[in-house]
């Protein structure tokens, strides 16, 4: 690039800086800037936070200059280059990285609670097993369950979190009133759940893409507003509490005599409900997997992909796509109803407050960034988001630079919206942009997500 080339790049991206600051500027002084607080007499006092909001703009305007000098110069130089060659590198990648990886994933996860135990003993280990293992794996399940619905089938359902809610309440009521064991109401939940996703699927079957999800967010909402409006049965607001945990073939992980620890011989710590509960998650997590490979190369899976790909020539070929959309409704639902259930249990309490629309973006996140369709990138996405807000909750350094009252935590979606830009910058089809196909003539090779997107199959 010329001298003038370079100049007139330098100064075009100095001039895109100071509009993105003034922007980030006018956007965070209401925002960030300014907190009105509550003194000890009551009233409000606006405060001010100048340092954190000259560090937020510092933040933008530092990219926006990376994205013009360096970023936006990379991709048109990416872009120029010959495709076959970038391809074939991406799916010798893909495939070495799908041979190994998964492996080596499900080997650590299994022994992950005791390597916690090893590096952190007993007191560290339980926050490492509950808020990182079981919080991380029932989000992984979930995504694995709508990746179904939206991955395979290609249709946006923004209200799975429903799904998840009606597994929940149905073991919370169920167990109660009955005193079901966990795990015979975990089957049920889901049989239930699935009801519903059925229910669901019946009056969109004619519809897709924003339509499709405008009803399914309408879904979501109106069953939240009857767990909060139907009070006799669900106690609104107030939430269902008491409700009964799992036992190890019926023994208790409580501090009594009939307990898991006395009855064993062991010292009384809640790190063996933790355990216990960690792999009852990672099986149904793993099950899930199964199932979904496993049905991916049925007739059904691969019907799933034909709706996905072109609803119209899926008709053509005799495909009915009223069955195949039901069918990708009810199994990914009958898995939200199972974490929904695995949920409650390990809560003890729910409430109509823990299954928001919020939710279900964060589900619907995790699939998108992990890749359509790829159960790998879904698990990574999962571990990225949730994993990544409670790594905010560790960073207590933090307090020190920006004063004792900042809570990182209170960032975390202004971060998972920069992550996100930043990944459908890079990678538009997600992490794992590569599929194996379900059907091969001699050797399975990765295909790239170019060539399957939506319409171009």
């Known amino acids: 690039m010329s001298d003038a080339g370079a100049g007139a790049t330098a100064m075009r991206a100095v001039k895109d800086a100071g509009v993105w600051g ?16 509550q003194d000890i007499r009551g009233e409000l006092v606006l405060e001010t936070r100048w340092p954190l909001l000259a560090v937020l703009v510092a933040m933008v305007v530092a990219g926006s200059l990376l994205n013009t000098l360096l970023i936006a110069p ?36 299994l022994v992950f609670p005791f390597l916690a135990l090893w590096l952190t003993g007993f007191q560290g280990a339980v926050k490492w097993i509950d808020n990182f293992g079981i919080q991380i794996l029932i989000y992984v399940m979930l995504g694995f369950g709508l990746n179904i619905v939206v991955g395979l089938a290609g249709l ?20 109660k009133e009955f005193g079901f064991s966990f795990f015979t109401l975990l089957p049920l939940a889901g049989i239930l759940a699935a009801f519903w996703g059925i229910l669901l699927g019946f009056p969109v079957l004619r519809l897709r893409g924003d339509y499709l999800a405008i009803v399914t967010l309408a879904f979501g909402e109106i069953i939240r507003l009857v767990l909060i409006n139907w009070v006799p049965v669900t106690n609104g607001y107030a939430g269902i509490s008491g409700i009964p945990r799992p036992t190890f073939f019926g023994i208790p992980f409580n501090a009594s005599d009939e307990g898991f620890a006395a009855v064993f011989g062991l010292p009384f710590s809640p790190i063996y409900r933790g355990i216990f509960l960690y792999y009852i998650i990672l099986a149904l997590a793993l099950l899930t997997a199964w199932v979904t490979v496993r049905l991916r190369r049925l007739p059904i899976g691969r019907a799933w992909e034909a709706l996905r790909e072109d609803e119209i020539a899926c008709r053509s ?7 195949t959309k039901l069918t990708a409704f009810a199994i990914g639902a009958m898995f939200g109803g199972f974490a929904g259930s695995f949920f409650a249990a390990r809560q003890g309490f729910i409430s109509p407050e ?7 973006a964060t589900i619907v996140a995790i699939v998108v960034l992990g890749g359509m369709g790829s159960q790998i990138g879904v698990a990574i996405a999962a571990v990225a988001m949730i994993g990544g807000t409670e790594l905010l909750r560790e960073l207590d350094f933090l307090k020190e630079i920006f004063g004792r009252e900042f809570d990182p935590t209170q960032y975390r979606m202004l971060l998972f919206g920069f992550g996100m830009v930043v990944i459908m910058i890079w990678k538009p089809r997600g992490l794992i942009s590569t599929r194996s196909p379900s059907v091969f003539l001699k050797e399975r090779k ?11 199959g």
């Open 354 to 360: 823990s299954f928001t629309f919020m939710e279900s």
């Open 22 to 37: 003034a922007v980030a500027l006018a956007v965070f002084v209401p925002l960030i800037g300014l907190q009105a607080v």
């Open 317 to 323: 070929l005799g495909i009915d796509t009223t069955a």
């Open 156 to 175: 946006l359902d923004l209200g799975y979190v429903a799904f998840y809610a009606v597994g929940a309440y149905s073991y919370a009521l169920l167990a």
């Open 446 to 456: 990765a295909v790239s997500g170019s060539l399957v997107k939506e319409g171009h």
């Open 74 to 109: 990379w991709r048109e130089r990416r872009a120029r280059r010959v495709p076959a060659s970038r391809t074939v590198a991406a799916t010798r990648l893909a495939a070495a990285f799908g041979r190994w990886f998964p492996p080596f994933a499900i080997g650590f996860v």
